[in-house]
């Protein structure tokens, strides 16, 4: 069985700063990894995902996120953040092979400060 | 242009009553899922379906059916509403790892 924890429920940066949201997953086989992001009121929008290949993975608006298998990670990260990214955003892991079962992380708060 | 719609937007319905959730798609995906969301529980998966005609329970079907007449229209029943089934639900296609997903909608059982 999968399972994804986001350790941190709040975040809070200025625009411009550079921020990491960390994602840590916990599963034997191979796996996807993906993140999305919800707006308040919104459904979430897909941002990125990761299979095989390259560890760091480039999404939409300035994304990107590293796996690490040693660690068992798979942070997102954005260099220069502006006020529309202020959002909640998910870490969802599925397994590679077979099933249907997609676990989503509890989700981070974003909140860019002017 | 949305890909994946959802009606209605929001819904009040009284305990016992019958609500049904209709989400479209125009992304020709075969996988469609339900799924609620709800403080301190995160997202989780109700019916999904792998094409026309076909359902298959998630995590927490009870309580719930679904329906797939067509590839664009997949369906969220509730046959008899209670007041803990309150959340807001969303609607996705693609597969499991890449959905795309509807606006949602706000389902308040009194």
């Known amino acids: 069985t999968q399972t994804v924890s986001q350790s941190d429920a709040h975040v809070t940066v200025f625009e411009g700063d550079s921020v990491e949201l960390r994602c840590n997953y916990s599963y034997g086989g191979s796996i996807y990894l993906s993140w999305y992001i919800q707006h308040h009121g919104r459904g979430l929008q897909f941002l990125l995902k990761?299979?095989?290949?390259?560890?760091v993975v480039q999404g939409v608006n300035g994304f990107e996120a590293e796996f690490s298998k040693s660690d068992s990670s798979f942070h997102l990260r954005k260099a220069s953040v502006h006020w529309s990214d202020s959002a909640v955003y998910f870490c969802a892991v599925s397994a590679g092979t077979g099933g249907y079962k997609v676990v989503f992380g509890s989700g981070t708060r974003l909140l860019v400060s002017p | 242009e949305a890909a994946v719609t959802q009606s209605p937007r929001n819904k009040v319905a009284v305990t016992g009553g019958k609500v049904t959730l209709s989400c479209n798609q125009t992304n020709n995906h075969n996988n469609m899922y339900w799924y609620r969301q709800d403080t301190g529980h995160g997202l989780r998966l109700i019916h999904y379906s792998y094409g026309a005609g076909s359902t298959e329970k998630g995590d927490i079907p009870d309580g719930y059916k679904a329906s797939r007449p067509s590839q664009e229209n997949f369906s969220l029943i509730l046959e008899l509403a209670t007041p803990s089934q309150t959340s807001v639900y969303f609607c996705?296609?693609?597969?499991?790892?890449?959905?795309?997903f509807g606006p949602g909608t706000r389902l308040t059982v009194l």
């Open positions: 996705a296609s693609g597969n499991k790892y890449e959905q795309y």
């Open positions: 990761y299979y095989s290949g390259n560890p």
